[in-house]
């Protein structure tokens, strides 16, 4: 991160903090789940970070709302964030996005496992049916790679189709 | 020499027990009960025969020694062109002739009503005088051998126990059967050509007129003198006299013989072919016309004889029939200088000389190949020594158009085909091409053996020395042990014997062998190469298919009937064949059908099936992407067993991304309603 962007960042933070002193102040104590998952998480699509937040948004928002339609105080917004009602929805959604961060993958990892098995178990079963059909040849030519040329045989003339029916 | 004939059966004069009859071409019965000895040939028995047609007409029947080699091409040809001073042909084919309880080639003839003309004369019946020589004997064996010689034949059998009269009133003689064995296979010495009768018994080969002109003057000696004035002597010393002497001399001897037949004797019994009397002459002489005698002209003889093998030599042409007998003692006399200066010496041969002492040196310096062996040297020095001799190899003599009937013999008796295989395969023939430009048509004999070696040096089925055998051989019968006994000799006849000899086939024997095979390439005019690579496939199911293919492609050509027992033997080998298709059903589908197409005895209809283009291009490109389907499963398949642990974090990934989407949405969705349920 350069210096630029810090800079700009710092800008508009003093002027958020100017503008929307108490929605900063909710945000900055309601979003710290969302905060500490973006800590947390290190890799490259933040998945983490996106589960968490958003969860963690859905909790917020409702009184975000209200504060901004209400109330739009300090007073009002330090009241919010000393509610423990209030805390616990918020802390909680973000638990909810934790939680559902951690156990989805299993049951993800889980299911492709088996698609694979069977998969698997249907691959054989072609496999085996080629076998029976074309001979355990088959197995040879295809570690070779190459099927043999077709049997040149010998022809007897073709008009042999014409030749007397025998009686 | 030997000079016995094969052996006949052990039929006798006699009707035998269990005699039958034959019928040839639903016309002609002959009667096993009726023996005719006094017309038998040396190979051949002769019954009665009558023609079903007329009654009257005087026959009788000439029962070959199965396995002999008959001269079919000969009888074909008189046959259909019948003329005088000859026992006429009236049929000939194979048939079952139940004495030999087998079959064997039966050729009718007409009957010679006067009996055997040397019997009669010896028997006092029939007297001839010098005087009845030109117009009663040489006029109609002219008159035979004139109409033999128009028609491309040499009879090769003029002998006095050979001529019969026709005629009850024994006024007309005819030469008798030439038929039943190879050409000169049946002649003592006497009346072979001195070239010829230096060959072993097999190997005097087909001749021409020439040499029936040298039978007639030696015949016309006998029956002038009433008897064979040398018939005691040896067949060695026989020749040693004919050499030393010449033919004329060596025949006539102290007999004496009519002034007027001095003239053609000494012309007939010419040593050297190109001088030898032929027809012209003789007709002129029949008509009156005197020409100068032939002076006697001896063999070039040394004044001191040279000791060989127990024997006081004169002359090299003796020498190099004694050289070839004894082989290891030939090669040493050929190092010895005290040969060389008799060769110098006595007999003029300082070229010789130094010609044979060259070879010696060529086999000296090819010590590790068969040009420096023992056999091949003494083979190259006899041919210079004798260069119009026969080709004489190993101890085996042959003339140049002999190999083929040499062949069948040694073939026959399991004698040693390999000396004769040698004389090709190493050239041996060519020592004497060279020198036959006058006695024989040397290229047309050396393109002759030329292909025999193309034939000989391959090794497939079709080629090889049993090619050479019926290739050089029209009158044999194949050889295979399946079909041996049914005398089969033209093509015609070989299925029918293969559908015959399914009956009692034992084991897995498939109906082609090498004889078989060979039999076909050489018989049957028709492109059999790509069925004989087939058979030669190292496959085993393209050996079949082409075994299959070739059947088949006789039958459909020759338009031979059903061959149930054939159709089923060939269906039972045909497993190789049926497995080379790839697809099971498929096959099943096959087997299914053989048994419909055997009980139709249609070999086509069965190689149709089993090689239908169509069906094998289907089970190829059926096989094609089965296999390619398999080699996409098996990459799946190893691509979901190495993938493991890499699985295991790719789902884990995905499902973290799904969570954060899912909680995305949510959030998406809460805020939504919250902010609808809030604002409006």
């Keep these: 991160m350069n210096m630029r962007v810090v800079v700009w960042g710092l800008i508009i933070f003093v002027m958020l903090l100017l503008v929307a002193l108490p929605t900063v102040l909710f945000l900055s104590f309601s979003m710290l789940p969302a905060v500490v998952a973006l800590i947390v998480d290190r890799t490259d699509e933040k998945s983490a970070t996106f589960c968490v937040g958003g969860l963690n948004l859905c909790g917020v928002f409702p009184y975000l709302l209200s504060l901004w339609l209400q109330d739009n105080s300090l007073d009002q917004s330090l009241r919010l964030l000393t509610d423990v009602f209030v805390l616990a929805v918020i802390y909680g959604a973000a638990g909810m996005g934790w939680m559902l961060y951690l156990s989805l993958p299993p049951v993800i990892a889980s299911f492709i496992q088996v698609m694979s098995q069977r998969r698997l178990q249907q691959l054989r079963a072609t496999q085996k049916t080629i076998i029976e059909e074309w001979g355990e040849e088959v197995i040879h030519d295809a570690d070779v790679g190459d099927v043999s040329a077709p049997v040149e045989m010998p022809h007897a003339p073709s008009e042999r189709t014409q030749a007397p029916a025998p009686a | ?680």
């Design chain 2, 1 to 680: 020499m030997a000079e016995q004939p094969m052996a006949a059966d052990d039929t006798d004069g006699d009707a035998p027990a269990n005699a039958g009859t034959a019928v040839l071409g639903d016309r002609f019965i002959i009667d096993g009960s009726k023996p005719l000895p006094e017309l038998d040939s040396p190979n051949a028995k002769a019954y009665l025969a009558e023609d079903r047609r007329d009654l009257s007409r005087q026959l009788f029947a000439l029962v070959c020694i199965p396995g002999m080699p008959v001269r079919t091409r000969a009888m074909r040809l008189l046959k259909n062109l019948p003329g005088t001073g000859t026992l006429e042909l009236v049929e000939w084919n194979t048939a079952f002739w139940p004495i030999l309880g087998r079959r064997t080639m039966i050729i009718v003839m007409e009957r010679p009503l006067g009996g055997r003309v040397l019997e009669q004369l010896q028997s006092g019946a029939v007297r001839l005088t010098e005087y009845d020589i030109p117009r009663r004997v040489v006029q109609p064996i002219y008159e035979g051998l004139k109409h033999l010689n128009s028609v491309g034949v040499a009879h090769r059998a003029v002998r006095p126990d050979n001529l019969f009269f026709a005629d009850r009133e024994r006024q007309e003689i005819v030469l008798g059967d030439c038929f039943t064995s190879p050409p000169g296979f049946d002649q003592p010495l006497v009346f072979e050509p001195l070239e010829r009768s230096m060959a072993n018994q097999a190997g005097r080969g087909h001749g021409s007129v020439v040499d029936d002109m040298f039978a007639l003057g030696a015949s016309m000696v006998v029956l002038t003198l009433g008897h064979n004035p040398i018939e005691k002597m040896k067949a060695d010393d026989l020749l040693f006299r004919r050499t030393n002497l010449g033919s004329y001399a060596a025949i006539c001897g102290n007999a004496r013989v009519p002034m007027s037949l001095l003239e053609p004797l000494r012309g007939l019994l010419s040593d050297i072919p190109q001088e030898r009397w032929g027809l012209t002459e003789v007709e002129l002489w029949l008509n009156g016309r005197q020409q100068t005698p032939l002076q006697k002209k001896a063999a070039k003889k040394a004044d001191t004889p040279y000791r060989f093998s127990g024997r006081d030599h004169l002359n090299i042409r003796t020498l190099a029939h004694a050289f070839n007998r004894n082989i290891p003692e030939a090669v040493k006399t050929l190092r010895e200088e005290t040969f060389h200066a008799w060769l110098k010496r006595a007999v003029d041969g300082g070229a010789l000389s130094e010609t044979l002492k060259g070879y010696v040196d060529t086999a000296d310096f090819h010590k590790d190949n068969f040009q420096g062996s023992e056999e091949y040297l003494v083979a190259r020095v006899v041919a210079s020594m004798d260069p119009i001799g026969p080709m004489r190899y190993k101890g085996m003599s042959l003339c140049l158009d002999g190999f083929g009937p040499m062949l069948a013999s040694e073939m026959i008796r399991d004698g040693n085909v390999q000396v004769l295989a040698e004389i090709i395969n190493r050239d041996i023939y060519q020592f004497w091409v060279g020198e036959r430009s006058v006695v024989l048509d040397s290229l047309e004999r050396a393109q002759e053996l030329a292909q025999i070696k193309a034939w000989l040096v391959i090794n497939d089925p079709g080629y090889g020395v049993e090619r050479c055998l019926y290739e050089s051989n029209h009158g044999i019968n194949c050889q295979s042990e399946l079909v041996v006994d049914d005398c089969v000799i033209v093509i015609e006849d070989l299925l029918p014997a293969l559908d015959a000899a399914a009956n009692h086939v034992e084991g897995r024997a498939r109906p082609m062998d090498r004889h078989i095979t060979a039999f076909i390439a050489a018989r049957f005019n028709e492109d059999i190469h790509p069925h004989l690579r087939a058979l030669a496939s190292t496959k085993e199911s393209n050996a079949v298919v082409g075994m299959l293919s070739l059947l088949a492609f006789l039958q459909w050509k020759l338009r031979v009937q059903p061959l149930y027992g054939l159709a089923s033997w060939v269906g039972g080998v045909l497993g190789p064949a049926i497995n080379s298709f790839h697809s099971r059903t498929t096959r099943r589908e096959i087997e299914r059908e053989i048994p419909k197409l055997v009980r139709k005895g249609s070999l086509p209809e069965l190689f149709d099936l089993v090689d239908n283009a169509e069906k094998r291009l289907e089970d190829q490109d059926g096989y094609a992407d089965a296999v390619d389907e398999y080699i996409v499963c098996a990459t799946e398949i190893g691509e979901i067993e190495e993938a493991g642990s890499e699985l295991t974090d790719k789902a884990i990934t995905t499902g973290q991304k799904t969570a954060a989407m899912i909680s995305l949405v949510t959030t998406m969705i809460v805020v939504t309603i919250t902010f609808i349920a809030e604002v409006l």
